[in-house]
């Protein structure tokens, strides 16, 4: 199976933004659902986003107004766009794909993680 690969990432100080891609080498991707996850430093990883296959989106508390998940079928590609963004959104973010939903819930596909990219905001 071939695993997600994120970009995007960088350093950005309090209150910018940063556009987080995830390509998904998938003939199938326009059908299965993707999420996004994060892992502060010295924490442990944890959902940002997840997007259906019909578009449907959910978001953590922590970024919901802050975020936004797309995607990009012709590109086999899901974006997470952060705004104001805050120190404590620093993390490796992870992209993975062809979860699925339980009690509308993402749960991941766990042979499906990418290698993840660096977001680190100054304060």
């Known amino acids: 199976q071939v695993q997600p690969v994120e970009s995007g990432g960088g350093l950005v100080q309090a209150g910018g933004s940063l556009r987080l891609s995830c390509a998904v080498s998938?003939?199938?991707?326009?059908?299965?659902?993707v999420g996004w996850y994060r892992q502060p430093p010295g924490k442990q990883r944890e959902s940002v986003a997840s997007?259906?296959?019909?578009?449907?989106?959910k978001y953590a508390d922590s970024v919901a107004g802050r975020i936004t998940i797309s995607r990009d079928n012709a590109k086999n590609t899901v974006y997470l766009q952060m705004n104001n963004l805050k120190p404590e959104d620093t993390a490796v973010y992870y992209c993975?794909?062809?979860?699925?939903?339980?009690?509308?819930?993402?749960?991941?596909?766990?042979?499906?993680w990418g290698r993840g990219t660096q977001v680190t905001v100054s304060s």
């Open positions: 993975n794909a062809g979860g699925t939903y339980v009690t509308g819930r993402y749960l991941p596909n766990v042979r499906s």
């Open positions: 997007i259906s296959s019909f578009g449907t989106t």
């Open positions: 998938r003939n199938d991707f326009s059908r299965i659902h």
